[in-house]
């Protein structure tokens, strides 16, 4: 079976301008401009197979967010070999664009003056989905997360949490074989954590749904993704059991996850 992702000698480098600072060095840069080379990901390997559910984790400005936008054709990488679903992802075609779902916690897909229902139609028209399919997708995850009396409530009164039920199951509806999750339990209260858990690992195990989660909540990780990539400044660390990351960075029993945390994160210094 051919994997889902596989990426090899993945790089991404921009060009960023710099100025002297204060009025002479604005004036100078009428002249001249000077411009330096940021690497975001360099030299960068991934293979995820159908059915996996990987977090992607590493500090802020590792370049997770840079990898997630070239796998899914936001942005075109400098160099190297990538392919998603069989698709080469900068050139969106529509084919590759049904395939997959993102999903990110602090950026919404929903109209905020519409009901959650209303917005559900228009992911049902512009993704062509079946009626059949719809209504079948829609009752499926509606009972999942136990949401049917919200259907017909206006977006803005929702609360964080069932806001964020919502994004995933618009987000679901064309039935993508690919989701990209970028902190998706982020704000949300312990117990809107724990059912989107619970409703992301239902639909990997039942629907097969292959998911890249990329997540500061280390709860995340640990209770939904047997393999975690970490990555810092632009490299990938370690790519394994994410069990065994952690017991590997944990010096005593019972140690607070903080600690833990940083220092796997601690691993990208000066790589």
């Known amino acids: ?34 411009f330096t080379e940021k690497i975001a990901v360099s030299d960068f390997d ?8 990987v977090g992607l984790i590493g500090p802020n400005g590792a370049g997770k967010t840079t990898l997630v936008k070239m796998l899914t054709g936001i ?23 049904r395939q997959y779902a993102v999903v990110m916690g602090q950026k919404s897909q929903l109209f905020f ?26 009752n499926y995850f509606v009972e999942l997360f136990d949401v049917g009396e919200l259907l017909n409530v206006q977006v803005r ?33 312990a117990v809107a954590q724990r059912q989107v858990r619970l409703f992301l690992r239902e639909v990997n195990e039942r629907q097969g749904t292959t998911i890249l989660l990329t997540s ?19 490299k990938k660390l370690y790519d394994g059991e994410t069990d065994a990351l952690f ?10 996850i903080g600690l833990i945390v940083e220092r796997i994160y601690a691993m990208g210094e000066g790589a």
Not at 163 to 189: N, Q, S, W, Y
Not at 247 to 256: A, C, N, P, T, V
């Open 46 to 53: 991934l293979r995820i197979e159908p059915g996996e559910f």
């Open 75 to 97: 942005i075109a990488p400098t160099r190297g070999e990538i392919e998603v679903l069989g698709f080469w992802p900068n050139k969106l075609e529509n084919a590759f664009k």
């Open 216 to 234: 500061h909540y280390m709860e995340d990780v640990r209770s939904l993704c047997r393999r975690s990539v970490v990555v810092g400044e632009g």
């Open 1 to 34: 079976m051919r994997p889902i992702i596989e990426v090899e000698g993945l790089t991404k480098s921009f060009r960023r301008f710099e100025k002297e600072p204060g009025l002479l060095g604005s004036v100078k840069s009428l002249l001249r401009r000077e």
């Open 157 to 189: 009164t929702l609360s964080l949490g069932e806001r964020m039920k919502m994004e995933l199951i618009a987000a679901l509806l064309h039935g993508p074989r690919v989701l990209f999750l970028d902190e998706p339990t982020i704000g949300l209260d």
């Open 113 to 138: 003056e519409l009901t959650p229902v209303d917005t559900f139609g228009l992911f049902k028209e512009l993704y062509g989905i079946r009626e059949e399919e719809y209504r079948r997708n829609l």
């Open 247 to 256: 017991r590997s960075f944990q010096r005593e029993e019972g140690e607070e």
